[in-house]
């Protein structure tokens, strides 16, 4: 089946729109590429701060499609021609990116049923935790998107965070009695 045939993009319950399989997709299918402009890491930079800024300072959500390649390179996606950037991402997700000779590939995960949203990871850095909000409803999700292998790290950092928000409000409300 050609790959245009495996997906459409329709409205989604995550972020406005996403893409859903048009059939049934086996695991370890080849499913899309995420294509764009290749950029250097510098210009990288300075477009993901001028498309996060909006003129009047406040952050957009999710508007930056870059994704990294290499040390070296990222892609830029935010091009019509990229339906993959409208796969958004899950903390429980049913596929997977790869980069093979410089290009990125979407894969399945699992088997995926005819009518389900295409899910991948996109692997943040807790470092910017904040900036990335979740909610995807995952069991999994912590409520921050960041790669799998922080999450256990974050939910360590949440958990202190609540603490110290807890016992900051029994201290006031002891000051207030």
Known sequence: MAK?????????????????????????TKIIEYVGERIT????????????????GRKSKGQVYIFEINKRYDIDGNIPQNKARRINHSCSPNCVSFIEKGKIWI???????????????YGFSIDTYE???CACGSRKCLGYIVR?????KLKRLLEKKKEKEKAKKAKKAKQTN
């Not at 245009?4 to 370890?28: C, E, M, N, P, W």
């Not at 990288?44 to 996060?52: D, G």
């Not at 389900?116 to 990871?121: G, I, K, N, Q």
């Open 131 to 133: 900036e990335h909000p």
């Open 148 to 152: 799998k292998e922080d999450r256990p």
């Open 41 to 56: 890491k510098k210009e990288s930079q300075r477009l993901a701060e001028t498309q996060l800024n909006s003129s009047n």
């Open 4 to 28: 245009s045939k495996l997906y459409q993009i329709s409205k989604s319950s995550l972020h406005g729109k996403g893409v859903f399989a048009r059939t049934d997709i086996t695991k370890d």
């Open 107 to 121: 894969y399945s995960l699992k088997k995926i049923s005819e009518g389900d949203e295409l899910t991948y990871d």
